[in-house]
């Protein structure tokens, strides 16, 4: 395991003890699923980047249909 040290506002904190309270997890394994989620966010951002600056900017009904999926795999019970 790496350990960090890491300072934060009070209310912030607060936040992130009751979000893993709600999750049922210690506020370490919230903080570890946050930032892995927040690196793959990152790295997806990127690699859309790179697709548009190749294949130029994705179209509305692109958009529109991405946007489609998104909204019915949230739905989907895992």
């Known amino acids: 395991m790496d350990r960090l040290s890491i300072t934060m506002d009070p209310h912030l904190g607060q936040a992130v ?27 997806l951002g990127a690699a859309l980047d790179a697709w548009e600056a190749e294949d130029g900017a994705f179209s509305d009904a692109e958009l529109d249909a991405a946007a489609r999926l998104l909204a019915h795999d949230r739905h989907r019970v895992p």
């Open 17 to 43: 003890r009751e979000a893993a309270a709600r999750a049922g997890t210690s506020v370490s394994a919230w903080l570890t699923a946050a930032a892995a989620s927040r690196l793959r966010n990152d790295l």
